[in-house]
């Protein structure tokens, strides 16, 4: 079983042109795993992708220079509230089997933070002079605590399933603390203004979600839909640099408002639409802004050992937790934390000024991503098969 | 209305984020002005569609309005913001202008179409510069201008007041969807004046840095500028086409980023030189549209995914842009003179085009119609102007704004008017077309008194068609099946139908009887229908009977020919039984435009090669124009076989196939029914009186009801179906008693031996089943009714039933399953249906059953008796939404407008996306 479109394959049009034969799988295959939307880390596009932006960047070709990366700074925002409109509808709570495979979830990323955020604090807290040694803790461990799997790897077993089911609702809490870490950390808010910020983000994401479901609801033209969803993805975005909410958490309560209103899928479709220029987009700025140093590379060693400890440790807590539903070894499947982990370094990055801590963790995030991912190819236990 | 609202709730949400926030950047404010534009600006279009005004004056005005000249909701920064997107766009737009025109396509109409571009070019050029001459003095430019200056000034004037609009032109042929002669005329009219525009632009802009600038330049230097700045430009543009094609052709990947970076690379090479860029984005259009046409297609469809969106918000900044007091400040009765002046010039030129070119001359409103709107590129020609030359270039600008801002406000209005003056629109227009098929939609027949009966076909195919047909007129051809037929044809075999209210012409084919055996019981049902479905019956192949079929279908083409006479409708071909009937039209009358839709699968091509005469059949296919499947995978299975059997070739996007010369455009447009049609019969209160008839004659007094309706045919699995009944009832003695279930079987083909015998073995098993399960004084397990229903009893019927079984062994899609769902206004009851139907690749909420894997379709049966109502009602909406948003209706048009936009399909698509209403 393949997902419908992923990474791998690439800009849908790119299969269409190449008359790339294969069965569509079915609506609820699609709509099971957020990883078939594409949204998983893939052994070479990722790579390459973040490759490329490495080459192109200012520390490579410099094609894409600085100004030329500020010139593209709207697009981030847009692809970030893309993207979290995106895992919004991933999510698909259907069943209390789903809300219980969420806790589980949210269980093995807490640990996973929590180890990340602990080596980080003891070990690393040096390497971020410029950042808050809590806050640069817990900045990190949001990186780390979300995983995608691999397309490729997709299990016709149920344990496999399972894990997958898993590690695809692990995202939700390293993009909540996320926004909380950067709304509190950055503006400098307290806790209560913070809190404000954030209900005021997600129901600006929850009214735009309904606007664009008010207006879907009215045409039955694909065209048109789409330019509400991208109408949607804009207003999202704009409103979310107004408030000083990342994108990617106002654009996850909107994808979470259309995932349960869309039963008809006449916009998440469209949605999934953008997917591929959402991941090519962020890949290839996520690796024009790293700038490699001793620095990033001892920060993205301690980064892939602490998040794989955390993920086994989380994995089989999670286990033990919700009475062996889980395989112990579920956290495997996502040992890289792929597009979810550099999406997050890069709202943070955004959220500092340029040079300091924020280009210190892009940097680390990119690398470690792409170090879990070879990573993830050597460790593939059969059970999950 | 809820359209109103959400973009209420947009206003409020900006509101709210801009008062309760700081002050952000410039970017939080672009964004929200970008969602707010395209939001706002599809609702706008939408609300003038209404007052049946193009939308693409919605998003114009819509522009205007929020601009930062009237209502400043979007302001001059955010204006700003905005251009580029329109750098982009105005790319983007030159490049479907040259995808546009394919020279194939136009073919032998290319002559008059140039020598009319040429005369109203011409006439046009020389009465504006005759006037503009004469009425210098009196225009805001430079009145003090004489000689070379003026001379220059005002040819710089005239090449800019003839350039138009291809973008609008296409959208409003696209929203109205217009076809026929002034469509086609006005597209290629508009797209090449601007090719010939932009050339003398940029060579008069060569001439006016030398003559007006002062600037000092040898000849040779001249001479190599301009070369540089025309040819290099299109030398460019054609490496750019090439290349692209190439890398579409081998590559293949990240194309929408590609063509993305083939944009900013064209609008930005050459910067120097002004105008190179749109120059360049034509001819890399043109290159690929003609020299490489996969490329091409590939190309369009790349557009369809991405131009939408940026043509928006366009429109809307070019509205945005349109200065209202520009009018003003230059006197609204100089602009107004000069409109009128430039519109009446042009319809000069039109008269002189249409007489040069021998056009008919009731074409010349019509096509005057098209040529009044101006945008993207007249716009990039005055800003270059402008650029260059501060002083007088600057007041032409404002000039032409102004002039812009009325043209473009009426020009879309006006087009459209000129597309209903000349028929051509969807709603006003006669378009006949011509629908061949084996069966009949009436028949005639006689009585057991003698008289003379009629009666409509009931299948859900015929029926879409008939009602096709009373919109589009026409001629529909079909095999004299009843035998009072001849008894009431008229003059060359036809008769106008329907007989209650006649709206076009059946036309009656007869063949005789033993011929019609081989043909339709032979080679078409013995041999295909147990081809393309994967049963156990083996095809049986005769000579006489592929003989007999290929002289049946020879016969159709004949008749088609004939009434075709001097007229060119387009003909649109019915399934397996005509298969070679465009091979022989086309030997006949070759640039007739030809459909065929297969309604059953098409085999896989190991399967294929069971038939002596395939090539023949996929060649006689290959002959039609359009050519569309059920499925993606019978679609797929097609393009094999013409690859492996006829070497043909297959053009990138896989839509389309290459074969002796000619182009097919293969699809898969999956049928629907009239959903419409089944609303109303349930919605009648006859249906409960109707229910209640047939539960007595059925004796339905079961509390549970099943139901299957099916033709009496071995592909169809009623056997199956009653082997997962007989578990069932063994399996639930609680069932016994308490379920009835009812099986339609509607005989056909009854002279074919595999037909007979599943006949028998149903009623062999029914009878079984009724004895071992059946217990006195309660309802019967299985109730068998052997004969048709007309639909408003099956409507009833299915209202009636809990569930619905369809058990196809291999079906292209089954309607029965999609009439159930149709029927179930009050969202109950279960649809129990074959993974080997075409209908469950999209009635996913359907149980999914394996007709040959009888335990669990027992289970499936059983599951569909215990489902809780509420599960129930959830997977019966969910797929009424299906079969509701792909009606009988749909699936025609999918076909028809696929076939008759064929020839100016490229920048219609860039205009509107897939499917879907345009712009």
Same mark, same amino acid.
């Given at each position: 079983m393949t997902p419908v479109v992923d990474l791998t394959a690439g800009d849908p049009l790119d299969a269409q042109i190449a008359h790339a034969a294969g069965a569509p799988p079915s609506t609820r295959w699609r709509r099971m795993h957020r990883a078939a939307l594409g949204l998983s880390a893939t052994r070479v596009p990722l790579f390459?992708?973040?490759?490329?932006?490495?080459?192109?960047?200012?520390?490579? &070709?410099?094609?894409?220079?600085?100004? &030329?990366?500020?010139?593209?700074?709207?697009?981030?925002?847009?692809?970030?509230?893309?993207?979290?409109?995106?895992l919004g509808i991933g999510l698909d709570l259907r069943s209390w089997r789903d809300v219980r495979m969420l806790d589980a979830g949210s269980l093995e990323a807490t640990v996973t933070m929590l180890t990340i955020a602990g080596v980080y604090v003891f070990a690393a807290g040096s390497f971020a002079a410029d950042l808050p040694l809590v806050l640069g803790g817990v900045l990190i461990a949001v990186c780390g605590g979300a995983s995608t799997s691999h397309p490729a790897s997709y299990s016709q077993s149920a344990a496999g399933m399972r894990a997958l089911r898993l590690i695809d609702l692990d995202d939700i809490v390293p993009v909540i603390v996320g926004a909380v870490a950067v709304t509190i950390g950055v503006a400098r808010a307290p806790l209560g203004d913070t809190a404000i910020a954030l209900v005021k983000g997600a129901g600006v994401g929850a009214a735009l979600a309904l606007a664009g479901r008010l207006l879907a609801a009215e045409t039955e033209s694909d065209g048109e839909r789409r330019v509400f969803v991208i109408a949607v993805l804009l207003l999202v975005a704009g409103a979310a640099e107004y408030l000083r909410v990342p994108s990617l958490f106002v654009g996850m309560v909107a994808g979470l408002v259309w995932g349960a209103t869309d039963r008809g899928e006449r916009?998440?479709?469209? +949605?999934?639409?953008?997917?591929?220029?959402?991941?090519?987009?962020?890949?290839?700025?996520?690796?024009?802004?790293?700038? %490699?140093?001793?620095?990033?590379?001892?920060? &993205?060693?301690?980064?892939?050992?602490?998040?794989?400890?955390?993920?086994?440790?989380?994995?089989?807590?999670?286990?033990?937790?919700?009475?062996?539903?889980?395989?112990?070894?579920?956290?495997?499947?996502?040992?890289? %934390?792929?597009l979810v982990g550099i999406a997050l370094a890069l709202t943070i990055e955004r959220s500092f000024p340029a040079g300091t801590a924020g280009g210190l963790l892009v940097a680390a995030v990119v690398i470690g991503s792409v170090v879990s991912d070879l990573l993830s190819l050597v460790i593939e236990p059969e059970e999950l098969a | 209305m809820r359209r109103l609202l959400a973009v209420g709730v947009a206003i409020a949400v900006m509101a709210f984020v801009r008062r309760t926030s700081p002050p952000a950047g410039d970017m939080a404010a672009t964004l929200l002005a970008l969602g707010f534009t395209l939001m706002a600006a599809m609702v706008a279009g939408e609300l003038l569609r209404r007052f049946r005004l193009p939308r693409l004056t919605g998003y114009l005005l819509f522009g205007v309005v929020v601009g930062p000249y009237l209502g400043n909701v979007i302001t001059e920064g955010m204006a700003r913001q905005l251009q580029i997107v329109n750098g982009l766009a105005t790319v983007l737009i030159a490049f479907i202008a040259g995808l546009t025109l394919n020279f194939e396509r136009i073919g032998r109409r290319l002559r008059g179409v140039g020598t009319f571009i040429a005369t109203t070019l011409g006439t046009s050029m020389c009465g504006l510069f005759v006037l503009l001459w004469f009425a210098w003095r009196w225009l805001p430019i430079d009145p003090g201008a004489s000689g070379v200056r003026q001379l220059v000034m005002i040819g710089l004037l005239v090449t800019i007041a003839v350039s138009f609009s291809p973008t609008m032109t296409a959208a409003v042929i696209s929203e109205t969807g217009a076809r026929g002669r002034v469509a086609e005329m006005v597209l290629a009219t508009v797209v090449i004046a601007d090719l010939v525009a932009l050339v003398l632009f940029s060579l008069l802009m060569q001439v006016a840095r030398v003559a007006l600038a002062d600037r000092t330049a040898d000849d040779v230097a001249v001479l190599v500028r301009l070369a540089w700045e025309i040819g290099g430009a299109v030398a460019f543009g054609a490496l750019v086409g090439a290349l692209f094609a190439l890398y579409l052709r081998y590559v293949s990947r990240e194309v929408t980023f590609v063509l993305l970076g083939v944009c900013a690379v064209l609008s930005q090479v050459g910067a120097a030189q002004q105008l190179a860029p749109l120059l360049a984005a034509m001819s890399a259009g043109l290159v690929i549209q003609n020299a490489a046409v996969p490329q091409g297609e590939a190309l369009k469809s790349a557009i369809q995914r991405g131009a939408l969106p940026v043509l928006v918000v366009f429109f809307v900044s070019v509205g945005v842009s349109l200065q209202v007091q520009a009018l003003a400040s230059i006197g609204l009765v100089v602009v107004l003179v000069l409109a009128v002046a430039r519109l009446a010039i042009i319809q000069f030129g039109v008269i002189a085009g249409t007489n040069a070119a021998g056009l008919d001359p009731s074409l010349r409103i019509p096509v005057w119609s098209g040529l009044i709107s101006q945008a993207g590129i007249t716009l990039g020609f005055a800003s270059v102007l402008a650029t260059e030359f501060p002083d007088w270039g600057g007041r032409v600008q404002t000039l032409l704004i102004a002039l812009i801002a009325i043209d473009e406000l009426l020009g879309p209005s006006l087009f459209r008017m000129g597309l209903a003056r000349a028929g051509e629109l969807d709603s006003d227009a006669e378009r006949p077309l011509i629908v061949v098929s084996n069966r009949e939609p009436y028949l005639h027949s006689f009585d057991r008194q003698g008289e003379i009966r009629v009666a409509p076909a009931t299948g859900g195919v015929a029926v879409a068609l008939d009602a096709l047909m009373r919109e589009r007129r026409g001629i529909w051809i079909a095999h004299a099946d009843g035998a009072a037929d001849k008894a009431v044809v008229g003059p060359g075999d036809k008769l106008r139908v329907p007989p209650d209210a006649e709206s076009y012409e059946l036309r009656r084919v007869w063949v005789e009887r033993e011929q019609y055996s081989a043909y339709y019981g032979g080679f078409a049902n013995e041999g295909l229908w147990p081809l393309c479905h994967l049963v156990d019956v083996r095809p049986k192949f005769r000579t006489e009977d592929w003989s007999a079929y290929d002289r049946v279908n020879a016969r159709f083409a004949a008749v088609v020919d004939e009434e075709l006479d001097g007229s060119d409708p387009p003909v649109f071909i019915q399934d397996y039984h005509l298969a070679t009937v465009a091979a022989h039209l086309r030997a006949r009358r070759p640039s007739v435009r030809t459909a065929l839709f297969w309604h059953i699968p098409w085999p896989y091509p190991d399967r294929l090669r069971i038939c002596p005469w395939r090539r023949e059949i996929l060649a006689g296919l290959l002959a039609n124009d359009f050519l569309a499947f059920q499925l993606e995978r019978d679609r797929r299975n097609f393009l094999l076989a013409a690859d492996e059997e006829l070497g043909a070739s297959i053009e990138a996007d896989g839509e389309a196939v290459r074969w002796n010369g000619r182009v097919t455009t293969v699809v898969d447009v999956p049928i629907g029914v009239d959903y419409d049609r089944i609303q109303a019969i349930g919605a009648d209160p006859l249906v409960a009186s109707e229910q209640q008839r047939l539960a007595d004659a059925f004796g339905l007094r079961a509390r549970l009801v099943g139901l299957g309706v099916d033709r009496l045919d071995y592909t169809k699995g009623i056997p199956e179906r009653l082997d997962a009944l007989d578990r069932v009832f063994a399996r639930r003695p609680d069932l016994r008693g308490v379920l009835t279930f009812v099986q339609i079987g509607v005989p056909s083909r009854s002279d074919v031996a595999g037909y007979r015998s599943i006949a028998d073995d149903i009623e062999r098993k029914v009878a079984d089943i009724n004895a071992r399960y059946g217990q006195p004084g309660l309802p019967l397990p299985i109730v068998y009714h052997k004969a048709p229903l007309e639909l408003p009893s099956l409507v009833a019927l299915y209202r009636l039933a809990q569930f619905c079984i369809v058990s196809s062994l291999h079906d292209g899609m089954n309607l029965v399953a999609k009439e159930f769902v149709a029927a179930r206004e009050d969202e109950d009851g279960v649809l129990v249906l074959s993974a080997l139907t075409g209908a469950a690749q999209e009635l996913g909420d359907a149980l999914i059953i394996n007709p040959y894997d009888a335990d669990s379709f027992a289970e499936a049966i059983?599951?569909?008796?215990?489902?809780?109502?509420?599960?129930?009602?959830?997977?019966?909406?969910?797929?009424?939404?299906?079969? +509701?948003?792909?009606?009988?209706?749909?699936?025609?048009s999918d076909i028809l407008e696929g076939l008759e936009s064929l020839w100016t399909r490229p920048l219609q698509y860039a205009a509107r996306a897939p499917q879907d209403a345009p712009v």
């Open positions: 390459l992708m973040l490759a490329a932006g490495a080459l192109l960047g200012p520390h490579g &070709a410099a094609v894409l220079s600085p100004s &030329a990366l500020d010139a593209l700074q709207p697009l981030v925002p847009v692809a970030l509230a893309g993207l979290g409109i995106l916009l998440t479709s469209h +949605a999934r639409y953008l997917q591929h220029p959402i991941l090519v987009t962020l890949l290839v700025i996520a690796g024009a802004r790293v700038a %490699p140093s001793a620095a990033a590379l001892w920060l &993205a060693g301690l980064f892939v050992l602490a998040r794989t400890v955390g993920k086994f440790a989380g994995g089989w807590i999670a286990s033990v937790a919700f009475k062996r539903e889980i395989p112990p070894i579920a956290a495997v499947r996502g040992l890289s %934390p792929g | 059983v599951q569909a008796v215990d489902m809780l109502p509420q599960e129930r009602r959830r997977r019966m909406r969910s797929m009424r939404r299906v079969v +509701a948003g792909r009606n009988v209706f749909s699936w025609a």
